[in-house]
């Protein structure tokens, strides 16, 4: 029987996260950055990729990384959630990880895993595991095409591009400062987690692998791994919201003592704590291999509304300061609607299900 618990090591991790993130990444810090324009956060970036080697989670140490498996990554994607902190984490230390994992490059792997370079791949935030590409045109050994959507490519040091001859190609920095490689913002919900139109004119690429294997594993990791995110925004939601209704008081009385918002909050309770065991065996299939497809389409189908809801109502029940700027709740309502078509909407992680459930009937 698996074992969804989590582990004394993990726990450690944990604490070690967030301990980092408490003293670097205080809710006020993330609104000014936010408001910047540029909420890449570079010095908490090196600490926690290189200081702490988290780049490297998922791969070998064979390879420069720390060998460890999805479960770690998600205790790690969890705290990351809880701070909304503005990192490239899910798209480098995950997406782009997988995809080059699967296309078998040790040196761009082990560049990845030192935290040093930041890889993101160029395939739309909203794209759904097992969705069609939109790849670029190989013509006379240059990429060219437009890709929208792409989160975290402002920062990207190596950009993996699918191309219509089935390859994925490495893009470097370098094609951006000689114009080959153009990078413009779009307006995102989520200012923490930028998106950018990438258009390639000519760009020279390095060819990694073949691009259909690599960025379906990379897309079904990111799918099952957001979940452990949106458990994070979720928890943390349901916590400072409890915490803020035992301090406030109306009619002389805790708000939290009338009757109608404990029945709100402990039926909240429930679905966060459905959402933990899905989003723990989304991580633990991801880890072991086993009903992997299913098990990530579940936690994603699960994850979304229950993380939407849970910052709604932090929203609501924080009053007239959960509707101002200062506040954080609107940083967490904002991260789980965006992530909330992140990888592909509930509905379509419903649609997957079904499909297997066809594919697997007698």
């Known amino acids: 029987m698996t074992d969804l618990l989590y582990s004394e090591e ?15 990444c205080a809710p006020a810090d993330v609104i000014a950055r936010s408001e910047s324009g540029t909420p890449f956060d570079r010095a908490l970036w090196k600490s926690l990729a290189e200081g702490m080697g988290l ?8 390879q420069g990384g720390q060998g460890a498996n999805h479960r770690e990554v998600a205790v790690v994607m969890e705290e990351l959630g809880r701070a909304v902190a503005p990192l490239p984490y899910l798209t480098s230390a995950v997406v782009a990880t997988e995809a080059v994992l699967a296309c078998g490059d040790r040196e761009l792997s082990a560049q990845l895993a030192s935290g040093r370079t930041i890889g993101v791949l160029a395939v739309g935030l909203a794209t759904a595991p097992g969705a069609g590409l ?16 792409i989160a975290d ?12 001859d ?3 190609y490495a893009v470097t920095a370098d094609a951006v400062t000689a114009d080959a490689v153009t990078v413009t913002p779009q307006v995102s919900l989520d200012l923490t987690r930028p998106l950018a139109t990438v258009t ?27 979940a452990s995110e949106q458990l994070g925004v979720a928890d943390w939601a349901l916590t400072e919201t409890v915490r803020y209704l035992k301090e406030r008081k109306q009619f002389n009385r805790a708000v939290g003592g009338f009757q109608a918002l404990k029945h ?33 389409a579940v936690a994603q189908a699960y994850a979304a509304p229950v993380a939407v809801r849970a910052t ?14 200062e506040h954080p709740a609107h940083l967490y309502l904002k991260r789980a609607k965006a992530d909330s078509i992140a990888y592909g909407t509930a509905g379509a992680h419903r649609e997957a299900l079904a499909e297997l459930a066809d594919l697997q009937a007698p």
């Open 312 to 325: 709604e109502e932090a929203v609501q029940l924080h009053g007239g300061i959960g509707m101002t700027w």
């Open 166 to 168: 089935g390859g994925l």
């Open 55 to 62: 780049a490297g989670l998922l791969v070998p140490e064979e």
């Open 134 to 149: 939109t790849a670029v045109r190989v013509e006379n050994g240059t990429l060219h095409g437009e890709l929208t959507g």
């Open 10 to 24: 993990e726990e450690a991790l944990r604490a070690a996260v967030r301990d980092l993130l408490t003293d670097h």
């Open 200 to 226: 390639l004119t000519g760009a020279a690429g390095r060819r990694v692998g073949d691009a259909e294997p690599a960025v379906r594993r990379a897309l079904r990791a990111a799918a099952g791994l957001l």
């Open 264 to 296: 709100r909050l402990a039926q909240l309770w429930l679905e966060v704590v459905n959402l933990r065991a899905a989003a723990r065996a989304a991580a633990d299939a991801l880890a072991s291999g086993e009903d992997t497809d299913i098990t990530v």
């Open 153 to 164: 490519a402002a920062v990207a040091d190596v950009l993996l591009v699918p191309a219509d």
